[in-house]
């Protein structure tokens, strides 16, 4: 009962976003004007309100980091091989390996982890879960772009990179909240009611415009490689950042579930919109997005089982 309360809310709003979007009731423009207040303004104020509030102290450790992105290095470095070597041939070139890699190892974490770690442990961990989200986009885009350069023409632009990422709004929101903390700002009380106001609605939001933009996509012709893709980000890259938290650095109960459910959180969209700007794995990884979201419920209802 304890993981059904869980999980059945988060699961209802993605269901009320997809069902509403499949009968029409919401048109993809409609959506879309959602998507931009969700990504745009509602979810910024609640990473921007919640980070100045997070005690800093006690958020950065690396072996936390470590915990995280060691095996999601491996699971990005062991996609990036399968794919070289198993994939048919017109998808083995070294730019689709780079794109399959990503869509093995990168996580929904704003959309889907956030709100499954808000329902599962309160917002104790929040300030060690944006620490994590601040780096994410940023390693794995960087990586993805470097090896899909690589293999052709185009190059690859530090300055262009680092821009993007700078005006990232999530990377944006949760680096002025970390600055105004670290400073020992306040917000005025009109102000501060203001973004939290902005803030209320932003995990709802995200999860109907993730059920919304579910029906959008179908699981394609490459339906293999995106229940590959799925194994290995939903099942294996869990499955090592456990080993890695409790076995090599002995983290805390809290901080290893916290850990375990952002890794085991399905394919974010953000992997197939670099999927379509390089031409690469579009069908593969619009498959997975949708696969991945739907296989995350079982992932998450074992790992609640075995961590809570």
């Not at 794995?140 to 990232?168: C, H, P, Y």
């Not at 992997?271 to 419920?297: F, P």
């Amino acid at each position: 009962m304890t993981i059904f309360a869980i999980i059945f809310p988060l699961i209802f709003m993605v269901a009320l976003g997809y069902s509403l979007t499949r009968l029409r009731f919401f048109t993809k423009e409609q959506i879309g004007g959602i998507s931009k207040f969700t990504f745009y303004v509602s979810i910024p104020a609640f990473l921007f309100i919640n980070m100045l509030a997070a005690p800093l102290s006690q958020s950065f450790d690396v072996s936390v980091l470590l915990s995280f992105y060691l095996p999601v290095l491996l699971v990005f470095t062991l996609g990036y091989r399968l794919n070289r070597h198993f994939s048919p041939l017109q998808y083995r070139s070294r730019d689709a390996s780079a794109v399959f890699a990503l869509g093995s190892s990168y996580s929904n974490t704003v959309l889907v982890g956030l709100p499954i770690i808000i329902a599962a442990l309160g917002e104790a961990m929040i300030g060690q879960v944006f620490m994590i989200i601040t780096f994410h986009s940023a390693v794995l885009f960087a990586l993805t772009f470097i090896l899909a350069a690589r293999a052709g023409d185009q190059g690859f632009s530090w300055r262009k990179f680092g821009r993007n990422m700078v005006l990232n709004p999530v990377v944006l929101s949760i680096s002025l909240g970390i600055v105004a903390n670290a400073l020992g700002l306040t917000l005025m009380t009109v102000l501060d009611a203001g973004v939290n106001l902005l803030a209320g609605p932003a995990l709802a939001c995200a999860l109907f415009v993730l059920g919304a933009n579910l029906s959008f996509y179908k699981i394609g012709q490459d339906w293999q490689l995106a229940l590959l893709a799925s194994g290995l980000k939903i099942l294996l890259l869990p499955a090592l950042v456990y080993a890695m938290g409790q076995y090599v650095f002995g983290l805390t109960s809290q901080t290893l579930t916290m850990l375990v459910l952002l890794s085991a959180s399905p394919l974010g969209v953000n992997a197939y919109l670099i999927a379509t700007e390089l031409k690469q794995h579009e069908a593969t990884l619009g498959s997975t997005v949708v696969l991945s979201t739907l296989l995350s419920v079982l992932s998450f209802s074992l790992w609640l089982a075995v961590l809570l």
